[in-house]
């Protein structure tokens, strides 16, 4: 594309890791890698609400299941998020990845309580409040961008790594336990103690 050529809304653009393609003009937003989307929202904060919105964010913060090392999101199938006000407070990214379908997640997040984030966003322009699904959709879409390159370095959902690191858990109990001494000799277990020992 030369330089004031307008961009083909129509063509096609890599999608997920795995080579598949997605249609521009009809795809949504974000990164897919295995079943994990990246998700980036970039806002423009309302003039003189730099202060007022960095102190939602610490309400935010120090809300169960925000707090640092809670580990229980109202959303559970986000693996992190974080709100970053930038360019002296005129600016807001909120970056988060998730697990499953765009719709789904907008669907998510629309039925858990929004008055947290009712409150951050009410700093944003363009914000009229979160009525409906639809209105939560519009209000994201006209925030999002994609990214130009997203990697992940492990492929399992929020689902599956808690589940894994629960029976990492149990398995330590095991071991740990000295009646399980005579059991763990087993062959059939060398695979489980071989990586238990890395």
Same mark, same amino acid.
């Given at each position: 594309?030369?330089?004031?050529?307008?961009?083909?809304?129509?063509?096609?653009?890599?999608?997920?890791?795995?080579?598949?393609?997605?249609?521009?003009?009809?795809?949504?937003?974000?990164?897919?890698?295995?079943?994990?989307?990246?998700?980036?929202?970039?806002?423009?904060?309302?003039?003189?609400?730099?202060? /007022?919105?960095?102190?939602?964010?610490?309400?935010?913060?120090?809300?169960?299941?925000?707090?640092?090392?809670?580990?229980?999101?109202?959303?559970?199938?986000?693996?992190?998020?974080?709100?970053?006000?930038?360019?002296?407070?005129?600016?807001?990214?909120?970056?988060?990845?998730?697990?499953?379908?765009?719709?789904?997640?907008?669907?998510?997040?629309?039925?858990?309580?929004?008055?947290?984030?009712?409150?951050?966003?009410?700093?944003?322009?363009?914000?009229?409040?979160?009525?409906?699904?639809?209105?939560?959709?519009?209000?994201?879409?006209?925030?999002?961008?994609?990214?130009?390159?997203?990697?992940?370095?492990?492929?399992?959902?929020?689902?599956?790594?808690?589940?894994?690191?629960?029976?990492?858990?149990?398995?330590?109990?095991?071991?740990?336990?000295?009646?399980?001494?005579?059991?763990?000799?087993?062959?059939?277990?060398?695979?489980?103690?071989?990586? /238990?020992?890395?």
């Amino acid at each position: 594309m030369t330089t004031g050529q307008k961009p083909d809304v129509g063509a096609r653009v890599p999608g997920p890791a795995d080579g598949r393609v997605a249609d521009a003009a009809s795809s949504r937003p974000g990164i897919m890698v295995g079943p994990t989307s990246e998700f980036s929202l970039f806002f423009h904060v309302k003039p003189g609400h730099g202060r /007022a919105l960095r102190e939602d964010l610490r309400t935010l913060q120090d809300t169960p299941g925000y707090r640092p090392g809670d580990y229980d999101l109202p959303i559970a199938t986000i693996h992190e998020a974080r709100f970053v006000p930038f360019d002296d407070d005129t600016r807001l990214l909120f970056a988060t990845s998730f697990d499953g379908p765009w719709d789904s997640y907008m669907e998510d997040f629309a039925s858990k309580p929004l008055q947290l984030f009712g409150a951050i966003f009410q700093h944003c322009e363009g914000f009229d409040g979160l009525p409906s699904l639809q209105a939560v959709k519009d209000f994201i879409l006209g925030a999002q961008k994609t990214a130009s390159a997203y990697a992940r370095n492990y492929g399992g959902t929020v689902k599956e790594i808690r589940h894994a690191l629960r029976v990492d858990e149990a398995f330590q109990r095991v071991l740990d336990d000295p009646a399980a001494a005579e059991a763990l000799e087993a062959p059939a277990l060398r695979p489980l103690l071989d990586v /238990a020992a890395d």
